[in-house]
């Protein structure tokens, strides 16, 4: 039907389930080198990621440099059966192409490839850099192989980011109708207390850890760790998973293990929330370890950003309406390009059916997103 639904078909059809890429990256690169890209394959571990650049003369440094973010890796499908039709077999039905990561993202990452080639194409003396970064692992839990060691590999080398587009499906409804501005930060961590165990009929001889815990889990549920500010909201503390026992309903636990996770805003620090989380764990003479893991820092593009205000003029200007302009949602790969100083600012299809059973995009928003970014380049590089 077009470039992109082409392309977008031809990512789907292949299981990239994290960390494995089944070839998407290769693909990519293959497109762009013709068209003079400076392309890097930089594999850590079991993870491919893609670096291509154009323009003046690829040397990294030479800015400014604009570039689209995006992953090729996908979540499991679940249970196959449960789709109306196999999700690695793109098929489209009612004006919808359904398939594992038709959404989230390959649909964004055929997007912008087809932007930087349009882009190129028409503007082959561009002023600055534009750039394109994959990367196979940002579905995974640990992430330590994919952008964030790109960023590593950028800071050896001297490259500078200025402006970062990630292709994160962001719409609500409608193509265009809410970008992504920032994200809050993501600090979790695995608790251990300790207790004694014993029979369940003699309680003085032992210690119930879960007893022990109860008091400091309520307190930190309803500590007000911070009152966010204009752009955040509050920070928050989940507990996402509670064990203990031996599975017997005579026995004491000797021991407790919680997981727990705050989403916070600039407001706060993780040095604070460790700080004040271990303070309350400690007045209640809690036994315990903590593993903290800081999976990333806040971040936002202020409003008044070049970036930010061209993005917003493109759903404008294409798409006929002002977006939202948002820091909600869960975290991206953002959080690694925006500490080296980069604007970032996430535009992509609309969200609603992401990892889930029969995950779609719609068609004529599939086609009309190229557009949305190419525009970006012209306007942010003055092409």
Known sequence: MSDVFDLTTN????????PEDAGCLPLIGERLACLGFRIEH?????????????GA???????????????????????????????????????????????????????????????????????????????????????????????????????????????????K?????????????????????????????????ALNPIHAFAPALAELAVERWDDGNVDFPPTSFQV???NAGTGASNVIPGSLTALINFRYSTASTAI????????????????????????????????GGHLREVVVSVCRDLCGHDPDQSTGGGTSDGRFIAPLGAEVVELGPVNATIHKVDECVRVAELERLPDLYQAICERMLQA
């Open 240 to 242: 996402s998973n509670l």
């Open 42 to 54: 930089l594999r850590y571990g079991e993870v491919d990621n893609l670096w291509a650049t154009h």
């Open 57 to 171: 003369h690829n040397t990294p440094g030479q800015g400014p440099l604009l570039i689209f973010l995006g992953h090729t890796d996908v979540v499991p499908s679940g249970p196959e059966e449960k789709w109306q039709s196999p999700p690695f077999e793109p098929i489209v039905r009612d004006g919808y192409l359904y398939g594992r990561g038709a959404a989230d993202m390959k649909g964004s990452v055929a997007a912008m490839v087809v932007a930087l080639e349009r882009f190129v194409a028409a503007h082959p003396d561009h002023p600055g850099r534009v750039g394109l970064l994959l990367t196979s692992d940002e579905e995974g839990p640990a992430n330590l192989d994919g952008v964030r060691r790109v960023t590593d590999h950028f800071r050896a080398t001297g490259e500078r980011i200025d402006w970062c587009v990630v292709g994160e499906p962001s719409a």
């Open 11 to 18: 990512l789907i059809s292949r299981r990239s389930v994290t």
């Open 272 to 303: 604070d929330l460790r700080a004040r989380t271990e303070a309350i764990l400690a007045k209640h003479g809690l036994d315990y370890t903590l593993e903290w893991n800081l999976s990333g820092e806040p971040f936002l593009t202020q409003a």
């Open 173 to 205: 409804e409608k193509l265009g109708d809410l970008i992504r501005v920032g994200r809050r930060g993501s600090l979790s961590a695995s608790l251990a207390v300790r207790g004694v165990q014993g029979h369940v009929a003699y309680p003085e001889k």
